[in-house]
């Protein structure tokens, strides 16, 4: 006996199960090494972009919720397990310890534009399966650009 | 040349710094377990647990900030990278899937019941090396105690 | 003499009205059945659904006025008065009097799974004629299948 | 056995759940009006009284639920399906499609001065049987009248 | 030399004086039962009856002060120790020790019915000595009554 | 033709409108020497009593614009003119200048005294032809009752 | 024995303790006859009116109470009776009864005027001898000339 | 070296760029005129229309933000100098000086129906390049279609 | 079985337990007392000890809650009930009806200083067997000396 | 016939009315500058800089609204229009496209500075013809001195 | 090179400052002596001048920061320091230890009336050399004289 | 006669009230020192410290008054007057006129590490006399250790 429902027919609930929860892993990701930037940066500009950071991880953690609680909706369990976050994490990540100011900013750069990459074809692949889920990529992709944006612009002369 | 200086001597620093560090991974690892039980809980008794396990995420991602940040101030890099908390969390978790009220009640007890364990050691180790970290450490038992206490009440009789 | 000019070709502002003043009149029943359970609901799991069901009818309340000001922006006169609800709503609703708890949840899941077939049918029929109306009938759907995820969960095992 | 029991001896009970689920469904009723009047209405008025319009609702939503769950409380399950409201509901309400700004606060004005006119019998019958259900009666006459002279005074000179 | 002067005259300054303090030490005897249950309650409902209880518990601290302060506006010093609490409280009250979710329901629906019964007899005895103390009666009645509903339908099959 | 219409009949009308003209002229009154007294007290007391007239000034405002307000909504134009108040309010008032802190206190006792026994007799006089207009007139007692008392309490013993 | 003392030299107290007297008439007259037309008025434009009086009357209360502070301050005991607005206010005023909208805002755009006329010529009265007191008055002049420009626009075409 | 670098390809780029480069002018510029019309509006409706251009002007404020922000997000520098505005506005604005009330409604209606078909092309244009940009244009759509409709009842009958 | 676990073993649990049953005794009689203060107080310093009790009461009320949530964290069901409370409590009270100012403020410091020196026994015995409940017992004495020394300070010269 | 009647002589109007028309174009295009550099900053201080911006927008709008409404207030159309304010500002506003944080910065001192030249001027001639004109001047002239301080402190050394 | 411009020429700019920091440290010592006589009073009227005293502090501290960012804006470095503070301060202040309440009443008075004295002969200073700092000055004395009027009411009759 | 009683011993109330005393007064001096760089700051980096430096005054302040009232608790006037703290303070402080954003970063971690070293102390000293004042001398040291090491980590790579 199916536990929870779906409103969706089953191949579009694959799909859009898929999406959402890559999508989970992401963002939880994000959350991590967010707070993880936010806790090891030093230099100059410390202060400013730790709580740069803090925006990026609210929103992470805020997007995350309504990810999975999106993937129930649609009776597909989420996954955000630290052993499932460990095992499919695959964006850039700090390394153990300080980092630099410019590193950081560097890295989260980095991390968000890869992010951003993988949502885009996640928005073209549900948008016939479910329109519902794509209307939430498309709202993570707004924020998640608008977040890169201001870390490349803080990047700039790169390498500075 | 030491980065962030500490304000304690190395052995202290040395203490209080794996204190922190393992408090840090159970936090983080009881704050994303907090979240897979409050979206794959199934049963009667959904939407009271639902709501509690927010409160028990909530907890647990602010004094994991606290700590992570206790452990800066002592010059020691806290870790709350995804593969750390992957390879270093210990406590009670959920299997994969959607999970049966009655089940989430007893795992989230269980899972409070074995770190306020591991938090009353460190509470005992810290009193010498820094009354500062094991002030903190006093006050996450406090919290996570009284959260133990509201499943444990919810569990019984056991077994139901 | 037009009364509310319309921003819209009059085929795509006749597609664009019809599937508005359904939802319309779904939305003012859903808003009326909703706060009929919430009174009349018995049953150990009163408490919790009593406060359930007023976070359904504050949603369905907010998106019915929103509804018939986008249908009042397209030039269509909505139509909520109690006569037309009466007349036009299809969805399933309480008997007369006290209710049991579990009666409810399975009730209202019912309704919702409803409703969210019909505003399916309704995404796909306005996507060509009017994107805008479009964007808010998927913001109804995705609001209204978390709420039947909730209902769902709490349904099972469903008979209980 | 009794589903729920009351606090009054049974005539009492009678007359007063008969004066609750009366005042219920012109409460109700008085809310979908106002709102199918808030949506509709055009004229150099329409701001302003778009605006009112809401204040009105809104009262008569708030009322609604104390109503109900006063009838509750004596024993008596209240009934606010869409069915009953449009068979019991016989307070004036306005035409399909726009309506100008004048007749609305004519219509407004008419209104409330019956549903006042049935309320003030009511507060007579309950004073007697049940003092708490009277004064509630009071509490609903009172914004009722507020709401009725604000409409009159802004009707006149009448038919401008 | 009177210290607080009344505005009644002495009769009726006896009777709504005699009123108002029966009034208080029921409310304040309520609102020490109700934490008392709100501590010791077990089982599976314990979260959704805890957090009742508090609003239990803050109307009649809330009325409690209302009450002791009315009846010193009529010049009758207001009594609220412990003392008077223990010795002149006749509702029904928990034993010692934990207690199990289904039984709280079942004694607070009990004693909250009892302290209606008592309210309503001083309801008819203030009418006529003073109006505005048998105002602030009905509207305690009105909310001790609503929430003895809440109770008796949680409560509901009986014996559950 | 008359302006706004009542819904009261012509007696009830007249009873109910001269009681709401004479305490809107009692609670304006109140309002203008709260605040002379509030501006011109001195005397070691100064602060507590300079706030303390301004919550029953704050009471006095609110009361006076539901009574006028009340009276409108039965048809009856108020008059708080200036000239209106100074030819009808016969409470007892400040002389001009300063005036010391337990004089204060005495002469608000003795007005608010006054006041409460104007409403008194409205209360009665009003039971009848207007239950609701009564409601309100037993409320403004309630509230300067109370505030009569924590005057008189403050002003034991009598001539310090 | 001067009761309160003065930071002023004797002349310069006599010319700001005239100015703020005759401003605090000018106010608390303001207040009491908007308050009259916020409650008299009729006319369709009553309700943008009502609302619209009500930012005056808050405005003058606000500003008569910063008046009659500072001219105690001043060591000048401040007079706010209602015999003395009585006496000495001279604006204009509404008559008896219900007045129509548009003459409302013929009248408040008078009184306004006249007002301010008499502010100005305080402003240059207080410049040499108390520059803070004229601060106050200019802030004054300021506010009520925004608010009678409103009434003016609103007047136009006159006699409309 | 690319300043701040895109997440889409060039054509992409360029047809998003193009498009909130344009919705960029008409927001700034409705923001200018709607202001100016709320400062020189005159006649009996001022006050409500005056309130109303403010919740315009906010919506166009506040969208020109955002639809800049998301500009530089994809990469292309937005362009909101004044000359930039005065050479590319081209919505219909406001004559100098005063402005009758009726004058204004017709204008904004004008206005705003005017932006609103040149969005609805935009949305056609950028659907494919970028559904972020889209789903960013359906909103602002959305919202003036709403204000535009509340303008054009207010408009009516036309020439009043 | 035991109904809820305990985190401490056996003899320590009985040492905090016993601690924390006195300690709730103690806060629950002084909200009792207090608030009997807060209504029987007469005298020239009535307004301002009357709201300086309500800070004391609200104190007292808020560490009650966490004392009795930390008992039943512990394993220990808290008393709280009146008979228990007039049985155990041991602090200096007020006696019946009203009570001058001067000895409320006596009474108050006496009854402080007695709860804070049984405090000060709890707190050295709690630091070895829960440094939890020592940490909680040390933040209320922090509480209460605070309380005290306000009340003592506003008690000199003695006797006056 | 007059739209708008003044409270002032036509000489002093005139005055005033041209100092508030100058600083309306220099505070409308500030606004719009601080926003465009908002937008297009880059550099390693891009997030300090973007959010001390909009203090300057939300200033710069602020006050251009209260300075349109004085002029309106005085008889004078103020003239805020896209076409106005691009044929009349002269302050230094940024080039098209990106700009590095160290050049908005001197930017923005240099816009400020010369803004302030030019109020200061305005300051003078208003003393005279309308004081309160003048002291609105001097608020604003108070408001951006201060931010020029904070961006000159930030530009120092100059050429970093 | 100059660190911070001024926008005033030299001898402007001396006058100026010179009164900045004259004030700035009246204030400084002001909010320190404000604080001990806070902590430090004794007597009956303990907690309404502890109280009163804080707002006095609170004035003093937020005004302080104010004159000295005004004085940065005018290119003087402001210094507060302790060494600073300590040498400058020449208001009356009080003695070490407990003070009874009516001391500190008369202290306040004294410290207030000499430190207004002081800002009236700045207000006359400034005025021609920059009007937007005596603005800022008069603004202050308004303050400090309603703070003044306040502790001499309460002082009187002196000596008691 | 003792002033205030102790809740001490003496040599207990001795030390804690030394202990007590020398962190009032390095707590004063920091809250001063503090807002001197916060005025006085330049350099690229202004902005983000003067926030940063806000939030150190205000921590300073708010402990500065809590442990003056523990202090006067234990019956130990406190002395936070400007002359003492002059006499007293002993931490490095910010040079005359304006400082650069590097110098002020050093010298406030500088300034905080020798504060904490000296709160340590009094950790250890005031463990056994009084643990209510270790308790709060604890979470002061924990808070500046957080500002410190943002300070610290701000300073790195040092000498930059």
Redesign the interface.
């Given at each position: 006996?199916t536990?929870?429902?779906s409103?969706l027919p089953e191949p579009a609930r694959r799909v859009a199960g898929d999406a959402l929860q890559s999508t989970l892993v992401d963002l939880?990701?994000l959350s991590?090494?967010g707070?993880?930037a936010h806790?090891?940066?030093?230099?100059?500009?410390?202060?400013?972009?730790?709580?740069?950071l803090d925006e990026v991880v609210s929103a992470a953690?805020s997007f995350?919720?309504t990810v999975?609680?999106?993937?129930?909706?649609?009776?597909v369990?989420?996954?955000?397990?630290?052993?499932t976050?460990?095992?499919a994490?695959t964006l850039p990540?700090?390394k153990?310890?300080?980092v630099r100011d410019?590193e950081v900013?560097q890295l989260i750069a980095d991390t968000l534009?890869t992010a951003?990459?993988r949502l885009?074809e996640r928005?073209t692949a549900t948008?016939e399966p479910d329109?519902?889920t794509?209307?939430?990529l498309?709202?993570i992709?707004?924020e998640l650009?608008?977040q890169?944006?201001?870390f490349?612009?803080?990047n700039?002369?790169?390498g500075?």
């Open positions: 006996m536990v929870v429902k409103t939880l990701g991590l090494i707070k993880q806790w090891n940066i030093v230099g100059p500009r410390f202060r400013s972009i730790h709580l740069q953690r995350a919720d999975a609680e999106r993937s129930a909706a649609l009776g369990p989420p996954d955000g397990r630290p052993e976050i460990a095992a994490y990540g700090p153990e310890g300080w410019g900013v534009e951003i990459g885009r928005i948008a329109p519902v794509q209307d939430l498309i709202a992709t707004s650009e608008k890169r944006w201001m490349d612009a803080e700039w002369p790169r500075e």
